[in-house]
């Protein structure tokens, strides 16, 4: 039977639908079964705490830290001065100052400070053991937790300015993602009496400094007055470390 000009042309269009359709089944079906992406890894491990010196430089502000145990008398009438000048204040506290003195954890908190952790004993913390360094840190966040609520932010270590990776990793472990050090030291410790504290702290400090202090001594509540008022009379407000650093 001869093939008409009509069958040809149906036969043609059924074929292109057809090539049309296979093509665009040929497209598809890349896409269904491309294979998926793999999966993103699992995040690096968290860091060790960053130690902590000072905080932005382009801030009026300042940190006035203080180390925490002392007679309670010395301490209330630290806080006093401070509130009388609109100053606020970070306290790392000892633990067993904390057993001894409990009322002074909300003391410090009503007035509107700070409160972190400066271990449980006191001791020589960068020549201790991971045991034993995490024993002192977790001792003394209990200790504030169960006072507080919180074991607080802030993680000093005791009798040392920075800590080693040891004591790192055992800060890191009780809660603590950063270490606060400090850029400006008072030398209160050492009793040089009042002007000489006023003076090692105004002739170091400057915008975003944290400066270390000790409650328990004398001359350290006598130099408070004047080291308030220069930073007031350089624009410096005194505030918690947690306003200064986050």
């Not at 043609?12 to 269904?32: V, Y």
């Not at 960068?126 to 504030?144: F, K, N, P, Q, V």
């Amino acid at each position: 039977m001869p093939i008409t000009r009509r069958a040809i042309v149906l036969t043609g269009a059924a074929a292109l639908a057809s090539g049309c359709g296979a093509a665009a089944h040929h497209a598809a079906t890349p896409l269904a079964a491309r294979p998926k992406q793999p999966r993103a890894s699992a995040p690096p491990p968290a860091p060790p705490p960053v130690q902590l010196t000072h905080g932005p430089l382009t801030r009026p502000q300042v940190a006035l830290t203080f180390h925490g145990q002392g007679e309670p008398a010395l301490t209330t009438a630290l806080l006093t001065e401070a509130e009388r000048a609109g100053a606020r204040l970070t306290v790392l506290a000892v633990g067993d100052w904390l057993d001894a003195y409990p009322r002074l954890a909300h003391r410090i908190l009503d007035g509107g400070h700070e409160l972190g952790n400066h271990t449980q004993t006191h001791r020589d913390i960068d020549t201790m053991s991971l045991a034993d360094a995490y024993a002192e840190i977790a001792g003394c966040a209990d200790r504030l937790r169960r006072l507080t609520g919180s074991p607080g932010r802030w993680f000093r270590p005791s009798q040392a300015r920075l800590v080693t990776p040891t004591v790192q990793r055992a800060a890191l472990r009780a809660g603590y993602a950063q270490v606060l050090s400090y850029d400006v030291d008072s030398l209160d410790y050492t009793d040089p009496g009042a002007n000489a504290i006023g003076a090692n702290v105004l002739h170091r400090i400057r915008p975003g400094s944290i400066v270390s202090l000790h409650l328990g001594h004398p001359g350290t509540i006598a130099a408070l007055p004047a080291i308030l008022d220069g930073l007031q009379a350089r624009s410096l407000r005194a505030v918690t470390a947690t306003e200064l650093l986050i």
